[in-house]
């Protein structure tokens, strides 16, 4: 740490003085040879070395140097195979390097960077559409895939983009970018606003870019006409804002400038079965490495000290440390030696002859030029170390200033007027340091971390009171609402329901804000819905866990101190403790109501499947959004499904639709739970569905306030409590179905068999990914 804070000047004088102490204290001692210390070379380049292309073959291609296991012309035997050969196309001045159909840009160890593709539409001022590319790339049978150093981008004010993939590894994935206006977009900045960027796995060969817009872009027309989206290597592409909107060069300078990196590899045998067939690649003094791709194969690298091409006959040639004297790692002696060398001091010198060492020291027995070296060391070394104290002194003042900055800059100034003027909120709300929270969360380790969102990461950390909290670490903090949050803050601290997650405090002495809720130990329903054969999961404990749910956002609604609509209600934001209590958690996305409105207007956000219809359409946020929200989650409850799954049919993708169209066409026991169909009774779950439809209607107006819905459920429990066959442990699974068959007659309820379904992956903020080959909105939720 003192090495870090210090100097550069200072930290070179105590080395100095070091050395000279160390070396005038061993100037009796017996001189050593020196001894053989391996190099530390760096893998190199497979174009470097001697030996780059096979006797005879051409080694370059206009700007691009071809090395083995590729090379120039087509059946040339220049290349280790068909998919390794390069057209050298001469008809452009300089010639351009292909392999296939696709433009070469350059060849690595273990990458190859090619040409791009984009995908783009346009539009004029009343939304027609006026110019529609769609992007794809293959690469099935070859040895190449994509690499995950790419990431797919859509740039817009009014698109959703998907990237399909397969062939090797079936992926789809998609972003949303929107805005409202020009003065939303950042420079550099890749988070949905105007432009959108996700990640894609190693290991696909194939993928089709394809471009959608929610208006034709009739909103945003006068500074954005046109949308793009493309793969491309991730470091190589910046955002420059609305400039990129209107530029006409833009599609010709990110084609030129933002490459798509693919893997290769030989053959598709791993390394110990390569090794056993006569046509392995590898030659002396080389590594097999085999690939991490998932389709085999394996490339060949030089050993530490070695260099050239490991593909080519002699091999890799040893490295000559000793041979270039600019470069030589000896003070005195080099010995170069297959794969290192060795250094060593000649007599009358001692040290273990290295210039990264103690190097060659001369013998001296002068002893009083070794006091007066003490003296003068020991001297200096004092005076540095005060220089040092000092110095640090200075570091821990310009910290508590930096720490006070940002306590100021993240409003906490203002949370201290308001706490001191609410009653009881100096109790309530408590402001952490930064040292609690680092001590708390072991300095923020990964082995921490209990998740990422949308809006930042989350910590368990253990306080000095042995509570245990999470800790959610924001991503960043606008100023321009820092008000606002604060206000939020105060609010949240001073919320007191049982079935909600308590906000305990903050931390503003940190660059981002730090919240401190209380630790919730049993994960999310979502978690436990999935698991059907968790033995707790009965529909009484369903209907409890609902009713509680109900009841706590029935209070953000109606009784807080300000009206709080949650924004984000599903399954995966409603967490489990040790008794499986239900607590409402995740206020990222939430919003104040002033009490003299109904309504407020905001920026979309939530998560497919759960999305209100009405406020993706209009923006208007009503708290009848979250009630939405809820039916979609208590669909879950009686059906065990997930709210959006692409891997079923398209009438039942959309939980929320499938649901409401199984009751208009008397099919609801069909896509129910089974252990719900058996625990509940005809008409309970038939009051329950209806709760659910009328949750789920498309206008606003039409659906219950959350008080009314907690009401319903509390009726539907005690309905429960009274149900004979509630607490009835004598009937068996036959004898419950006969009794069911009895009562709804002729109800085919188990024709239909249960099925497995994929992952949901939701959309927070304007991202989401689907482990599926498309994408499609339900009718009646479909953007307009």
Known sequence: MLRALLPRRIRFCISFLLWLTISLAQTNTTPSTGGNFPATISSVNITKGANITKPGCQRQCGNLTVPYPFGIGLDSGCAIGPWFQVNCNTSFNPPKPFIGEIEIFEIADNLVRISNVMARKCYNQVGELIDSYTAWTNLGGTPYSFSDLNTFNVIGCDDFALISGSQGRNFTSGCVSLC??????????????????????????????????????????GFDPCSYAFLGERDRFTFRGVPDFSDPEFINRTLANVPIVLDW??????????????????????????????FGGYRCSCKEGYEGNPYLSPGCQDINECADPNNNPCDKMCINSPGGYSCSCPEGYYGDGRKDGRGCIAKNHEFPVIKLSLGLGFGILSLLMAISWLYLGIKKRELIKMREKFFQQNGGLLLRQ??????????????????????????????????RGGYGTVYKGILSDKRV?????????????????????????????????????????????LLVYEYVSNGTLFHHIQHSGVSWMSWENRLRIATEAAGALSYLHSSASKPIIHRDVKSANILLDEYYTAKISDFGASRLVPLDQTQVTTLVQGTLGYLDPEYFHTSQLTEKSDVYSFGVVLAELMTGKKPLCMERSQEERNLATCFIMSMKENRL????????????????????????????????????????????????????????????????????VGLMANEIESSDLYTVPLSPYSDLAPLSGSQYSLDSTQMTFPASNSPR
Not at 184 to 203: R, W
Not at 420 to 447: H, M, P, Q, R, W
Not at 476 to 481: F, G, K, R, V
Not at 491 to 510: D, F, M, P, S
């Open 469 to 513: 909290v999470a800790i959610k670490k924001s991503r960043i903090m606008d100023e321009s609402q820092i008000e606002q949050f604060i206000n939020e803050v105060v609010i949240l601290t001073q919320v007191n329901h049982r079935n909600v997650v308590k906000l305990l405090g903050c931390c503003l002495e940190a660059e981002v804000p």
């Open 265 to 294: 590899a030989i053959g598709n045998s791993s390394c110990s079965e390569a090794q056993k067939q006569s046509d392995y690649a590898c030659e002396a003094n080389s590594s097999c490495v085999d690939s991490n791709t998932g």
């Open 418 to 451: 308001q706490v001191s003027s609410n009653e009881g909120g100096v109790e309530s709300t408590k402001i952490f340091t930064a040292e609690e929270l680092e001590k708390a969360t072991n300095n923020y380790a990964d082995d921490r971390i209990l998740g």
């Open 180 to 221: 409202s206006k020009a003065e939303d977009v950042l420079d550099g900045y890749c988070s949905g606003i105007g432009c959108c960027q996700t990640a894609i796995p190693k290991g696909m060969k194939y993928y089709l870019a394809s471009l959608s817009s929610l208006k034709n872009h009739t909103s945003v027309f």
């Open 669 to 736: 026991f069909q896509i129910l739970d089974p252990r719900v169909v058996r625990e509940g009774s005809l008409e309970q779950l038939q009051q329950t569905a209806e709760l659910v439809k009328r949750c789920l209607c498309l206008n606003g107006a039409d659906r219950p306030t959350m008080k009314e819905v907690t009401m319903e459920l509390e009726g539907l429990r005690k309905f429960t409590l009274r149900h004979p066959w509630a607490n009835d442990q004598q009937h068996g699974q036959d004898e419950s």
